[in-house]
């Protein structure tokens, strides 16, 4: 199922609200307090917030580390210097060749996944093939049958998926 688009940027909102850390929980919390139509249930918003507290700590803007009883994360805002001096410290040779790593982990993938995606629909058209053949073994292959269409479309969504993110790091860094 895909995933709601909601026009939120949770950075901005989290230092509005002027929080030095903050929990998952915590920021559900007022976000659901600010924005309380957007979301129908609790757990889209706890999924959201997950999602964007994650993206931020890869990037470094926050950090998390395990609260009292290793319950809860607890983040906390990374360094603003830290990180600026980090991409000041790169050169231009630098940056071209993190931007050409990138661009080709994300084309491997794309490939990758490409190829995955062919094999089960090759599976996907034996087993209908199969049943062609002898109807008799019909119960039998269904289960495969609907495995292996399952992974291509699987396969085919982390296509698309780093398909699009592809564009936009081209987009981004061009």
């Given at each position: 199922?895909?995933?709601?688009?909601?026009?939120?940027?949770?950075?901005?909102?989290?230092?509005?609200?002027?929080?030095?850390?903050?929990?998952?929980?915590?920021?559900?919390?007022?976000?659901?307090?600010?924005?309380?139509?957007?979301?129908?249930?609790?757990?889209?918003?706890?999924?959201f917030v997950y999602r964007?507290?994650?993206?931020?700590?890869?990037?470094?803007?926050?950090?998390?580390?395990?609260?009292?009883?290793?319950k809860a994360i607890v983040?906390?805002?990374?360094?603003?210097?830290?990180?600026?001096?980090?991409?000041?410290?790169?050169?231009?040779?630098?940056?071209?060749?993190?931007?050409?790593?990138?661009?080709?982990?994300?084309?491997?993938?794309?490939?990758?996944?490409?190829?995955?995606?062919?094999?089960?629909?090759?599976?996907?058209?034996?087993?209908?093939?199969?049943?062609?053949?002898?109807?008799?073994?019909?119960?039998?292959?269904?289960?495969?049958?609907?495995?292996?269409?399952?992974?291509?479309?699987?396969?085919?969504?982390?296509?698309?998926?780093?398909?699009?993110?592809?564009?936009?790091?081209?987009?981004?860094?061009?």
């Amino acid at each position: 199922m895909p995933k709601k688009q909601y026009d939120i940027d949770l950075h901005e909102f989290i230092k509005s609200l002027g929080l030095h850390s903050f929990t998952v929980t915590d920021v559900t919390r007022h976000l659901l307090g600010t924005y309380s139509n957007e979301f129908d249930k609790k757990n889209n918003a706890t999924q959201f917030v997950y999602r964007h507290l994650k993206r931020l700590s890869k990037e470094g803007v926050i950090s998390g580390t395990h609260g009292e009883g290793g319950k809860a994360i607890v983040f906390r805002w990374c360094s603003e210097s830290k990180k600026d001096s980090k991409i000041l410290q790169l050169s231009e040779h630098d940056r071209n060749e993190v931007n050409y790593i990138i661009v080709t982990k994300l084309q491997e993938k794309i490939r990758r996944y490409k190829t995955e995606m062919l094999m089960s629909m090759g599976e996907t058209e034996a087993y209908s093939e199969w049943v062609q053949e002898m109807p008799d073994f019909a119960e039998y292959v269904k289960p495969h049958y609907q495995n292996t269409r399952e992974q291509a479309k699987l396969m085919l969504g982390k296509v698309k998926g780093f398909e699009r993110l592809l564009a936009e790091y081209e987009a981004r860094t061009s």
